[in-house]
């Protein structure tokens, strides 16, 4: 179901008044330590507007979780644990 939704404003503000800035990391962005560092530089620099963050998953992991579907579906539990242990040490 899509709805769109309209912002609401208080009586002494118009939409044209408010500034937001949208940042989307995700995949090469967060590929390894210095990318999230530089993504985290950017996130915490002093704000000129509202900030909105949006964050997927690191680079190769939403793949890594698509073959893990996989391996669990063939009934290899051996293998999706031994996944699942790599992408949590992954996110350590």
Not at 20 to 45: H, M, N, Q, T, Y
């Amino acid at each position: 179901m899509h709805r769109r939704l309209r912002p609401h404003f208080g009586h002494s503000m118009s939409p044209r008044q408010i500034s937001i800035e949208v940042f989307k990391f995700g995949g090469a962005s967060l590929a390894d330590a210095a990318a999230i560092r530089r993504a985290i530089e950017i996130i915490a620099a002093p704000p000129r507007a509202r900030i909105v963050t949006v964050v997927s998953a690191l680079a190769g992991v939403t793949d890594a979780l698509l073959a893990l579907t996989a391996t669990a579906l063939r009934g290899d539990q051996h293998h999706v644990d031994v996944g699942v242990a790599l992408i949590h040490a992954r996110h350590r």
